[in-house]
């Protein structure tokens, strides 16, 4: 089984400044890593995702990950935010179980980010 | 251009009143997906559809039920629904498994009264 920590419940942080959103995960297996954004009322949109190879992952909105195997981290970067990133962001893993899983998501508790002005 | 589209978007219902919501993509996935979001938590797997091959998480109550009948279409049914049970739905489908993306639909806000 999987589990996923999210280090931080709520980030507040100005606008241009930089930001890290923590992710730890736990897994017996190899896996596959995602971070998500959700917005008020609203489904989730992918940002970005690691499945091999290069460890640091580029996604959208200007949004950086770099996957850690020994720390067992996956940690969210932006270095200048935007009052528009203020949302929600979910950290995720799913099992590398060799075709057997069915790629099922286990979240974390998700980040608040606040952008200020 | 939306892909995975819910319907509908706020749904409130009464105690007991069985509910149905509905989902439907446009991306010809094979995998349908339903999750539980309440309030301030992180989403939690209901059940899947690979195909037509049903799959229930085990702590998934028996209160719900799903129904996919063609590969666009996935139906969550709430057949006694409780208090408890007020909160947002996501569907959400993937080509395939392992390491594919998952598409979210916007989301139904169920309500219980």
């Known amino acids: 089984a999987q589990s996923v920590t999210q280090l931080d419940s709520q980030v507040p942080v100005f606008e241009e400044a930089p930001v890290e959103l923590r992710c730890n995960y736990s897994?017996?297996?190899?896996?596959?890593l995602f971070w998500y954004v959700q917005y008020p009322n609203q489904g989730l949109q992918l940002l970005l995702k690691?499945?091999?190879?290069?460890?640091l992952v580029k996604g959208i909105n200007g949004f950086e990950a770099e996957f850690n195997k020994s720390q067992t981290s996956f940690h969210l970067r932006k270095p200048s935010v935007h009052i528009s990133d203020t949302a929600e962001y979910f950290c995720?893993?799913?099992?590398?179980?060799?075709?057997?899983?069915?790629?099922?998501?286990?979240f974390g508790q998700g980040t608040i980010l606040t952008v200020h002005p | 251009d939306a892909m995975v589209i819910q319907n509908p978007r706020y749904q409130v219902t009464q105690f007991g009143k069985p509910v149905t919501l509905s989902c439907s993509q446009t991306?010809?996935?094979?995998?349908m997906y339903w999750y539980q979001q309440k309030s301030s938590q992180a989403p939690k797997l209901l059940f899947h559809?690979?195909?037509?091959?049903?799959?229930n998480e085990a702590d998934t109550p028996d209160n719900f039920q799903s129904r996919r009948p063609n590969t666009s279409f996935c139906f969550l049914d709430i057949r006694s629904p409780g208090l408890g049970d007020a909160a947002m739905y996501l569907c959400?489908?993937?080509?395939?498994?392992?390491?594919?993306?998952?598409?979210f639909g916007p989301g139904t806000r169920l309500t219980v009264l």
């Open positions: 559809y690979y195909d037509k091959d049903f799959n």
């Open positions: 991306l010809n996935h094979n995998v």
């Open positions: 959400a489908t993937s080509r395939d498994f392992e390491g594919d993306t998952q598409y």
């Open positions: 690691y499945l091999s190879g290069s460890t």
């Open positions: 995720a893993v799913s099992a590398n179980a060799g075709g057997t899983s069915y790629g099922k998501l286990t």
């Open positions: 897994s017996s297996v190899s896996v596959y």
